[in-house]
């Protein structure tokens, strides 16, 4: 703790701690700290400790990032906050039944810095988004120093319908990334004034832009109930306190169970197979031995009188007629070469469009080839349908007696043509 009689003013640890207190934030991802080495501290005062990842202390101070967590919250994570350089940390926090959540603190390079250092933060930002878990809830927080823009037509999937601005090259490369690993913007997501979105300010055009952001997986994006800029929040930077309310959701996992075989009943209809069935069955049956009369009343017996039999029928049936291979058929499967084909073209006119969103001609031919898409497999559709449905008609039907006819309910189909 400081000396009150000082008259130097608080450490800005101690101020973050309290502006992090007076907003009630559990967790927050720091950037460009400039704190040399790698360290930790603890605010007792405001109950916070701070982890950091800086150059080293010969190296001017620049960069840096970091995590302030509650101190209350430290016996729950048993894992302290891992650095992977002075641009990325990494933390990772166990949640219930074997289900953990990831935050990664980023502060990416400026828009004037040199593509090489671009290039090495996205290299060490994609490989660290690679290891994570998919089934770890994902945050990736921090100042990217990007601007991505309102175009959520363009870019429907990664930014909501509420941004603000004009998307720059960073800002490209950042929704790229996003595009990659199927994340989403939260902060343009809510629909609220653009004070409460943007966080800093140009020096010299006194323009407000969005640069830093909450990123989470679409998936997760109902946990997110809001994302916005807390004005009032003073802790000496010239960027904006975001704050993220989150209320996590935990899905247990899809257990995948095997298909059930099913008995070819229909091998039945042939004589040689129903007197090989019978004479199996027999076999099998002989072997059980007979049961005791004394034993009658006895359940446990009896259950296991049952037993023997019912594996018997089935092993007996498993070795004469067999189960059944169903193939799936549908309109999709049956044309499946094709349909790979005019997909990989839309997909590769996608592509190309995301790598040029300013050109017109590979937009519009983006849409052109998606709309041919839609309207071909809208034609393999229905012709598949009038096929099947020439092939259903051109059954014979069993003559029904007329007594069967007036002791049947009436029933409907649907035929999609």
């Known amino acids: 703790m400081l000396d009150t009689q000082a008259d130097r003013p608080s450490r800005r640890t101690a101020l973050v701690a309290a502006e992090l207190n007076r907003y009630s934030i559990d967790i927050a991802a720091l950037s460009e700290t400039r704190l040399a080495d790698e360290g930790s501290l603890t605010e007792v005062g405001e109950g916070y400790t701070f982890f950091w990842k800086g150059l080293p202390e010969s190296s001017p101070r620049i960069h840096g990032v970091g995590f302030a967590i509650r101190s209350t919250l430290l016996c729950r994570i048993p894992e302290t906050p891992v650095a992977v350089s002075e641009r990325l940390m990494t933390l990772r926090i166990p949640l219930i039944k074997d289900r953990f959540m990831t935050l990664i603190s980023a502060y990416a390079p400026t828009l004037v810095s040199e593509d090489s250092a671009k290039d090495r933060f996205y290299d060490d930002l994609h490989a660290v988004l690679r290891s994570v878990p998919r089934s770890d809830k994902l ?18 999937d990664i930014i909501g319908q509420h941004g603000i601005g004009n998307i720059n090259s960073n800002g490209l490369r950042l929704l790229n990334t996003c595009s990659q690993f199927d994340l989403i913007i939260t902060n343009t997501v809510f629909q609220q004034r653009n004070q409460l979105k943007a966080t800093w300010m140009h020096p010299r055009s006194k323009h407000w832009h969005l640069l830093d952001y909450v990123i989470v997986r679409r998936s997760d994006r109902r946990d997110v109930h809001l994302t916005r800029v807390m004005r009032g929040a003073e802790c000496w930077t010239d960027h904006r306190l975001v704050r993220s309310t989150v209320r996590l959701e935990i899905r247990p996992p899809v257990r995948k169970h095997k298909p059930k075989k099913k008995l070819n009943v229909k091998a039945c209809q042939d004589p040689s197979s129903q007197l090989a069935l019978q004479q199996v069955i027999a076999d099998k049956l002989s072997c059980i031995p007979d049961t005791d009369p004394a034993a009658v009343k006895d359940t446990p017996s009896l259950t296991a009188d049952w037993t023997l039999i019912c594996d018997s029928l089935k092993e007996a049936s498993a070795e004469t007629i067999g189960f059944t291979n169903r193939k799936h058929q549908d309109w999709f499967d049956d044309n499946s070469q094709q349909i790979r084909d005019l997909l990989q073209a839309k997909n590769d006119a996608h592509a190309a469009k995301l790598r040029n969103p300013t050109s017109s001609t590979l937009h519009n031919n983006w849409k052109e080839l998606r709309s041919k898409a839609q309207r071909e497999l809208r034609q393999m559709e ?8 020439r092939k259903s008609s051109s059954t014979p039907m069993p003559m029904k007696s007329k007594n069967s006819i007036r002791q049947s309910k009436p029933s409907m189909g649907l035929c999609r043509t």
């Open 139 to 156: 945050f990736l927080l921090g100042d990217f120093n990007a601007r991505v823009g309102a175009d959520s037509e363009l870019w429907g």
């Open 382 to 389: 229905n012709k598949w349908w009038i096929e099947r449905t």
